[in-house]
Each structure stands twice: as structure tokens, then as C-alpha cells.
């Protein structure tokens, strides 16, 4: 008679490593730019006065991304801007996205804007950074 193969244990997954420790949420900003990349830039700034600011966008077509473990319990404003005010052209192969914890909360539609700004996190009215508040984090 010819052995029998023993069944094998079935394959397991590592689990997904946390980026962020416990309590706290992960943002993450991806810009792709389009042919005129120094026309963009974009802040984040919380309630606590600190404030993160993008790289400098030198490369037409590539993609920048930033991420971030921050308190969900503050107030934390995201504001993008286009210098010429004609947007981050998707023709031109540009693009962009906030997530936070794998959540879309802005996503490049295609839209012309000078400026546009997402709150989240913990946002009141008392709560949301000024801009003389800032200070900056590298």
C-alpha cells in the first residue's frame, strides 16, 4: 500500500501591521501631479497649533504621499491649493486623495479650484485651528 499524505495546515495570513499605535487614526495625503506641479501645495494643520505642509512639488506625473498618526480627539484641517486656480488636471494625469483610517474624504473630481479644505477628526467651531496658531512640524 502507498502512504497516505497527511493533510497540511492550512496557510495563515500574517495579520496587518498598525501603522498607528492605539488611538490615534492614520491620514494620508497622495498628490500626483499634473504638468505644473509648483502651481500645488497643501497644509494640515490641527487644533493643538501644529501644522505640516507638503514637499515642494518639482516633478510633472509623479506621485507624492505623506502619511500620518494623529489624536482623533483634535480638530484637524486639510486645505489644498492651486496657485492658478484651474485644479489638479486629470488629463494631464494629475490626481489626489486624503484617507484617514482607509476612509476617501477627498478625491480629485475633475473640478477647478483655487482652494479646497476638509476637516476631520474631532471639528467644532471652538475647535478649529486659526491660522495665526500654527506652528510648524517636520
Not at 21 to 49: C, F, H, K, R, Y
Not at 60 to 77: K, Q, V
Not at 110 to 129: A, R
Request: with cysteine.
Amino acid at each position: 500500500a502507498s502512504p497516505t499524505a497527511s493533510p497540511s495546515a492550512s496557510p495563515t495570513t500574517a495579520p496587518t501591521p498598525v501603522r498607528c499605535g492605539a488611538g490615534q487614526m492614520e491620514v494620508i495625503i497622495s498628490v500626483t501631479t499634473d504638468n505644473w506641479p509648483q502651481e500645488n501645495s497643501w497644509t494640515l494643520t490641527s487644533s493643538n497649533g501644529e501644522s505640516r505642509s507638503s514637499p515642494d512639488f518639482t516633478l510633472a506625473g509623479t506621485e507624492y504621499r505623506n502619511s500620518f498618526c494623529l489624536d482623533p480627539i483634535l480638530c484637524h484641517i486639510f486645505t489644498l491649493v492651486d496657485t492658478v486656480g484651474d485644479g489638479i488636471l486629470t488629463f494631464e494625469g494629475g490626481d489626489y486623495s486624503l484617507e484617514v483610517d482607509g476612509t476617501v474624504l477627498m478625491s480629485n473630481k475633475g473640478v477647478s479650484f483655487s482652494e479646497l479644505t476638509e476637516g476631520f477628526g474631532s471639528c467644532n467651531p471652538s475647535s478649529q485651528p486659526s491660522l495665526s496658531d500654527r506652528k510648524s512640524v517636520v
